[in-house]
Every structure is written in structure tokens, then in C-alpha cells.
């Protein structure tokens, strides 16, 4: 069994930063792009940053310039560094990832986290 589990958030005034770490675990083969996504209250979940196995990246605009997306391939984890954080950040944090179980099997699949809160306020 896969799991996905995200740290790292919490309670933070406006200009401030925050690190979120994700760590996936379980019977994983190999492991492509992970990402990481938000929801705020009343919204949908939308794209943060995401990153593939090789470091290429990509943000959302409102993470441009305020966010950086990493990994680490030996503990399958990735990171997410935010600066300048805004009240409208505000939001349950989650990441994914889309990993092979096994060798056998071609198929990729989609994790989830359980999400972590981020509140940014004064």
C-alpha cells in the first residue's frame, strides 16, 4: 500500500514562509511526476507546482517567484518552499504523485495525500 504524507504546515503572518514536505511510501517501483495542489475554502483544487523525475518544473502564476518546488529521489519526497505568503494562500495543501508499483506493471497511478492547513494570517 502507497501513502502519501505531507508535514510542515501551519499557522503563519502574511510575508512569511513556510516548507511543506510530502513523503511517499509503500511498495512504489518508480516514481514520475509529483505535485503539489490547493484548496481553499468554497474553491477547487488547484495546480501549485509540479515537478517530474528528471527536475523539471512548472507553477501556477501565483506561485511564480513566491514558490519553490524540489525533490529528493532517494526518500521519494518532495518539497514545496513558500515565500511572501498572503492571506489568500490560505488553503489545505495537498501533494500527488504518479508512481509504477511494480516492474511488471506498466500502468501509472495517481496518490493523493491527506493535506496539511495552511493559514496565513495576523
Known amino acids: 500500500q502507497v501513502q502519501l504524507v505531507e508535514s510542515g504546515g501551519g499557522l503563519v503572518q502574511p510575508g512569511g514562509s513556510l516548507r511543506l514536505s510530502c513523503a511517499a511510501s509503500g511498495r512504489i517501483f518508480r516514481i514520475d511526476v509529483m505535485g503539489w495542489y490547493r484548496q481553499a475554502p468554497g474553491k477547487q483544487r488547484e495546480l501549485v507546482a509540479v515537478i517530474t523525475s528528471d527536475g523539471s518544473t512548472n507553477y501556477a502564476d501565483s506561485a511564480k517567484g513566491r514558490g519553490t518546488i524540489s525533490r529528493d529521489n532517494t526518500k521519494n519526497t518532495v518539497y514545496l518552499q513558500m515565500n511572501d505568503l498572503k492571506p489568500e494562500d490560505t488553503a489545505v495543501y495537498y501533494c500527488?504523485?504518479?508512481?509504477?508499483?511494480?516492474?511488471?506493471?506498466?500502468?501509472?497511478?495517481?496518490?493523493w495525500g491527506q493535506g496539511t492547513q495552511v493559514t496565513v494570517s495576523s
Open positions: 500527488n504523485a504518479d508512481l509504477r508499483l511494480y516492474s511488471t506493471d506498466s500502468n501509472w497511478y495517481r496518490y
